[in-house]
């Protein structure tokens, strides 16, 4: 009986293994393995050239500029729905007037795939009709046509306010959950102690958001580290690469420009930092769990 | 001096009344309990003396001062909740002194007044710690801390001690006590503990849907309850209800049912074949001995407590078990049939509305 059940387990469990092994475990460490080949992509005739592609990392501006925008990219994507999903979660907990249609409204981007968020923003882009420049002219009374994603110097930030308008909306709720969490008797305390809206929100309510905090930001950090279709759909990275991401440079390399042992010592690169942050992460919820238990 | 006067308090959420009327003035340095069945509004009305539950009318006023709108921080009172209410993140120091930081008070006068308070409760050795290390005695000791340095008009608890344990409890008990003592403050107490409300009260509130049933100390709901009611929520275990009739018999008023003939020591008023409840404390009732008996019941039940024993016997006629509080080890035992006696005089008859007739000692 014992045994029928184990076998019945293992039986259940090898299909999904089996998926994760074939499209996470294999890649990655085929990637590890052509990092340090100059393979192409399709062709049989690559040999095993050690670190040069690790090298050749340092010597790609396009490189350093991919990480430069990631690092604004992911700084960007984490704070800014963060802070507008903390700041909207205070005003639906506060009971303005309609909160709970709101809070729907707030959440509706969330449900949409990337690509559709992408499509959208591209169209409020758009220099001639979009509904940006016509809300600049009207505003203005001039007659705005800015290409917002054909500029090198507003096209990351187009991206990452479109970003923004979707993340918005989990950082919100998750804030909300948070602020449930908190006793209503600490609230009272708070009114009884004569703390003012603001010394109740930076003294008691932002410390006991923590642990929400930390769910936030961790899930905004690793969700930017995946935003990569986003990007795809409304810039490609371009233009002139000023949008390039981490991620995006090793598409590029990879799928387009054939360099399929380079774009893999980049995507390497790309899993160590994710490691990292996630390891930090978890110290993070750690020290969390030492305060609240 | 009246510190507190509530007049006309009323309460609603939405169409369901909670408190429906409450008149009650207390005077500086009281000790006031409020005690009734879960649900009967005694919280209810201790945050709407706080503040922090509206008021639908009537007045609330604090030393004179009528703040039936004046936001908690304002009205002079502090709040000790049943939760402890303390903050996770803020050590024992930052608890205690966070209404007086949110003040922005002088460095000096939060190091003096901290270590006053932390003297009176001995939290001193405790002041670095979180809440989270603190046991929940100690945990409580924070709460009322913070209440202490508030230094209010009036201090407010609610259920303080439910969440410890027996043992803890009677601790924090005697220590809420000389607290009291020492302060000479105001105190308000909400407590379904009845042992809590006779201890520490000067004057008990026996509250019941949202109306006061009598108002008065511990000793005088004891021996002259207002009604049954307040007769069988104060006492433990309860007042024991017989149902019965008037009777006179030789020209005695007499309480007669089946197999049962109490004399009243002194008249009622009430008229010959009158139906009454008689009242009696399970302390004024004994098996045999000297008292004059009142009937023959059979127990039912024994419970030996150590100190004293409880007997509950079945009365022909009456529906309730007869409780009977006896000394430490008696020989009584499950089935016998026994003559029921009573010590004293201490019978309470009830008119049929429940309201004391006359209380008799
Ligand atoms: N915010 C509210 N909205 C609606 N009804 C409420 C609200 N708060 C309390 N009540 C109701 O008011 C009544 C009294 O509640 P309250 O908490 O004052 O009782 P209590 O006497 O303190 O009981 P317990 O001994 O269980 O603490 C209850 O029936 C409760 O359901
Ligand atoms: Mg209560």
Request: aromatic share 8%; proline share 5%; with cysteine.
């Amino acid at each position: 009986m014992e045994k029928d059940k184990t076998l019945w387990r293992v039986a259940m469990l090898i299909p999904p293994l089996a998926v994760f092994g074939i499209l996470v475990v294999w890649p990655l460490f085929s990637s590890f393995y052509y990092s340090i080949t100059n393979w192409n992509g399709f062709s049989a005739d690559y040999r095993y050239v050690g670190f040069d592609n690790f090298l050749q990392i340092f010597h790609d501006p396009l490189f350093t500029r991919a990480a430069v925008n990631t690092v604004i990219w992911m700084l960007a994507a984490v704070i800014v729905p963060t802070g507008l999903g903390l700041v909207l979660a205070l005003l639906i907990d506060s009971q303005v007037p309609g909160a709970s249609v709101f809070k729907s409204i707030f959440y509706l981007p969330i449900c949409l795939s990337a690509i559709v968020v992408g499509q959208i923003w591209v169209w409020i882009y758009q220099p001639d009709w979009g509904l940006l420049n016509t809300a600049i002219s009207l505003v203005t009374g001039g007659n705005s046509h800015f290409a917002w994603l054909a500029k090198p110097g507003t096209a990351l930030y187009a991206v990452i306010a479109a970003w923004s308008w979707q993340q918005t909306g989990l950082a919100m709720v998750i804030f909300l959950a948070g602020l449930t969490a908190i006793p209503a008797d600490l609230i009272e305390v708070c009114h009884i102690e004569g703390a003012s809206s603001g010394q109740r929100i930076r003294q008691v309510v932002l410390p006991l958001l923590r642990p929400a905090t930390v769910v936030v930001v961790a899930l905004g950090l690793i969700n930017s580290l995946k935003g990569f279709d986003i990007l795809y759909i409304m810039t490609g990275g371009g233009p002139f690469n000023s949008s390039d991401t981490l991620a995006m440079h090793m598409y590029n390399e990879s799928f387009k420009k054939y360099h399929m042992g380079y774009g893999s010592a980049i995507s390497v690169v790309l899993f160590l930092i994710a490691l990292a942050i996630i390891f930090a992460y978890f110290r993070q919820l750690r020290k969390v769990d030492e305060i609240y238990e | 001096m009246s510190t507190l006067t509530l007049k006309n308090i009323r309460k609603s959420f939405g169409d369901v009344h909670i408190i429906k009327g409450i008149e009650l003035d207390i005077q500086s340095g009281e000790f006031v309990v409020f005690v009734g069945p879960s649900g009967c509004g005694k919280s209810t009305l201790l945050r709407m003396i706080s503040g922090l539950e509206t008021t639908s009318s009537g007045i609330i006023s604090i030393r004179d001062r009528d703040v039936t709108h004046v936001p908690p921080a304002r009205r002079g009172i502090a709040m000790v909740f049943q939760s402890y209410a303390l903050f996770p993140h803020m050590s024992v120091a930052d608890n205690i002194t966070f209404g007086l930081r949110l003040a922005h008070a002088g460095k000096d006068e939060i190091t003096k007044k901290l270590a006053e308070v932390a003297d009176i409760l001995q939290l001193t050795p405790l002041l670095d710690r979180r809440p989270k290390q603190l046991s929940g005695g100690q945990r409580q000791r924070v709460a009322i801390g913070r209440a202490i340095i508030r230094n209010p008009d009036v201090f407010l608890f609610d259920e303080p001690l439910s969440n410890l344990d027996a043992a803890l409890r009677v601790q924090m008990r005697l220590e809420i006590a000389s607290l009291h003592q020492r302060l000479k403050a105001t105190m308000i107490y909400v407590t379904h503990d009845q042992v809590e409300a006779m201890t520490l009260a000067d004057r008990i509130v026996v509250l019941n849907e949202g109306r006061i049933e009598q108002v008065g100390a511990p000793i005088d709901l004891y021996e002259h309850p207002a009604n049954r009611f307040v007769a069988q929520f104060i006492g433990s275990p309860k007042m024991n209800f017989l149902a019965a009739k008037i009777d006179v018999v030789e020209g005695r008023q007499m309480a007669v049912a089946d197999g049962m003939a109490m004399q009243l020591s002194d008249e009622v008023p009430a008229q010959p074949g009158e139906d009454i409840t008689v009242g009696i404390r399970p302390e004024s009732l004994a098996i045999g001995g000297e008292g004059r008996q009142i009937c023959q019941a059979r127990i039912a039940v024994v419970e030996r407590l150590g100190s004293e024993t409880i007997a509950y016997a079945g009365v022909d006629g009456q529906e309730e078990l007869l409780s009977i509080k006896l000394p430490a080890n008696p020989q009584v035992r499950p089935g016998d049939l026994v003559p029921v006696t009573m010590i004293g005089q201490r019978v309470h008859v009830f008119g049929r509305d429940g309201i004391s007739i006359r209380s008799q000692i």
